[in-house]
């Protein structure tokens, strides 16, 4: 019966971890000020260096770790880099307009 409980007791502290340590996905289209999508724009997770491209479409989808600040940035050669702070711990979706003169946001 101590053995059944101890390896229950482990198990469910096992899921807890993997629970808190989840990843979430950002995702949406990147376009410009007119409402173009932009392809192959660089969508960089500071904190991990993960890297990904937006498609033909426009579109990106990136996995941060949940519960802790991501710093994600945009950068597309003809547009200044667009940078975006992510702190959540459940799936965001999030468009981002690339202009000449695009500031800098906070989720």
């Known amino acids: 019966m101590k053995r059944f409980l101890i390896i229950l007791l482990l198990i469910l502290c096992y899921t807890r971890i993997n629970a808190l340590s989840t990843d979430i996905i950002v995702c949406g289209f990147i376009t410009d000020c007119e409402g ?15 890297i990904i491209l937006s498609d ?12 802790s600040v991501n710093h994600l940035v945009f950068s597309h050669p003809d547009y200044p ?18 202009c000449l003169e695009t500031k800098n946001s906070e989720w």
């Open 56 to 67: 033909f479409a426009g579109f990106y989808s990136i996995c941060v770790p949940a519960n």
């Open 81 to 98: 880099d667009v940078t975006m702070k992510i702190n959540s711990n459940k799936n965001i979706e999030m468009d981002v307009i690339m």
């Open 36 to 50: 173009i999508e932009l392809l192959l724009v660089e969508v960089r997770n500071i904190e991990t260096a993960q």
